[in-house]
């Protein structure tokens, strides 16, 4: 089985796609300046930057709104508004009913409450599936839980030189036992894409539930709850140009038989069952305002709803994000010294995200020489430990770059001749 593009996901960008100016324009962070030159941020895989109208709706939120929820006065009636608004706004995002959106702090706060809920259901000696290739969000959680409730967890493998999910493996990890597979939609190291359809067909054949990370796939690709037919999924908004918060979508019978840790009394509404305590008000009508920026890249006239434009602008995003990819990944591969980890682009689906070493340096040497450049990467092992273990490079990490929506030619090439210039230094010392 190989790994890939879901289908809702076309091979090239539709002519609707806003032009990287235009979207460039919707950012004040890009008038940073770095020893007089325009900062290129490449930090998206850990956190892009916020458009205008994003933090314009959060600062108006909080100025005029500002309440808590389901009280009879008008500030509570608007808060309640604005906060059914972003669960419709992400239900498109995501292709789900807005009662099977619920929100948190992140996508890990998110999973530890909902693995400690799914435990309650299960007995020693069930099992619990998890890949190595995923950020340990998707990880620790149900080693966790597994832990308290005496169950198994079983690791699949990945393939260290192509970046790539063992499916072999995956299928023999499936047992009579198992109760859930946790699986990534992309990997955050690696940029890997996986068959979230595929894998979760896989885990209902055995009878388990499958539990989907979308950290690091929602910024760069079409989300379908339905097509994918997957149980949960959980994402991080401030991936996708939006504030930072958690979003969880659960099959709405599912959350409904959850033995949850709440104060009573509490709203019982599915879509407010996994929320404890009063929400981060301001961060979810920022959540909303992102999906609404990310619809708005689509430039088609005419009537469509927002899930359609969502469609066409992540599709267009997508394959804009491919040329980028390919771009930096051929320009650093030039470069000798430099050591690239991953899905060659081309070879297979991969989100726009780049993982280097440079020989003589470490990491953090690296992103430090970047910096000069106008070029902020980050470095380290991103907490996708396991991948980092496998590739041989968890003691020093390595360099991520990710290209956005706001990102350039012009900034990867620049990437690339900053990397030149380092690694012809050799070492830090020659400089």
Request: hydrophobic share 45%; charged share 20%.
């Amino acid at each position: 089985m190989r790994d890939l593009m879901p289908d809702t996901v076309p091979a090239t960008a539709p002519d609707s796609l806003r032009s990287v100016a235009e979207i460039r324009a919707q950012f004040p962070a890009l008038a940073r300046r770095e020893q007089g030159l325009p900062v290129a941020f490449f930090d998206g895989p850990g956190g892009t930057q916020v458009p205008i109208e994003v933090v314009k709706a959060m600062s108006d939120y909080l100025l005029h709104h500002n309440a808590n929820t389901h009280w009879d006065y008008p500030t509570s009636h608007e808060t309640d508004a604005q906060l059914n608004a972003a669960r419709v706004a992400v239900a498109d995002l995501l292709n789900a009913a807005p009662d099977e959106v619920s929100f948190g702090n992140n996508m890990t706060t998110i999973t530890f409450h909902v693995a400690h809920a799914l435990g309650r259901q299960w007995a020693a000696g069930d099992e619990v599936i998890v890949t190595e290739l995923d950020h340990h969000a998707n990880v620790a959680p149900w080693r966790h839980m597994a832990k308290d409730r005496g169950m198994v967890v079983r690791t699949v493998r990945m393939d260290p030189r192509s970046g790539t999910l063992d499916w072999d493996d995956l299928r023999r990890a499936f047992t009579s036992r198992t109760r859930l597979l946790a699986i990534g939609a992309a990997s955050n190291a690696l940029g890997t894409v996986v068959d979230v359809a595929a894998a979760t067909r896989l885990a209902h054949d055995a009878g388990a539930l499958s539990f989907v990370d979308a950290v690091h796939y929602a910024a760069h690709g079409v989300i379908d709850v339905k097509a994918w037919d997957c149980d949960f999924l959980a994402c991080s908004p401030y991936k996708f140009y939006g504030p930072h918060a958690g979003v969880l979508y659960g099959r709405r019978a599912l959350v409904e038989r959850l033995d949850l840790a709440k104060l009573e009394p509490a709203p019982d509404e599915s879509q407010e069952r996994l929320e404890t305590g009063t929400q981060n008000h301001e961060g979810i009508v920022g959540v909303g305002a992102a999906v609404d920026f990310l619809a708005s890249l689509d430039s088609t006239s005419g009537a469509a709803s927002r899930r359609e434009r969502l469609t066409r602008a992540l599709a267009g995003l997508h394959a804009r994000g491919d040329a980028l990819v390919a771009r930096l990944w051929n320009g650093l591969a030039a470069i000798d010294g430099v050591t690239l980890y991953g899905t060659t682009p081309g070879a297979g689906p991969r989100t726009p995200t780049v993982i280097f070493t440079v020989a003589g340096w470490t990491s953090t040497e690296v992103a430090r020489a970047l910096v000069p450049h106008g070029i902020y990467a980050s470095n380290g092992d991103f907490y996708a430990v396991t991948v980092l273990e496998r590739l041989g490079q968890l003691a020093d990490g390595v360099v991520r770059a990710g290209c956005a929506c706001y990102t350039t030619n012009e900034e990867v090439d620049r990437l690339v001749a900053a990397v030149a210039i380092i690694a012809a230094q050799h070492t830090p010392a020659d400089r």
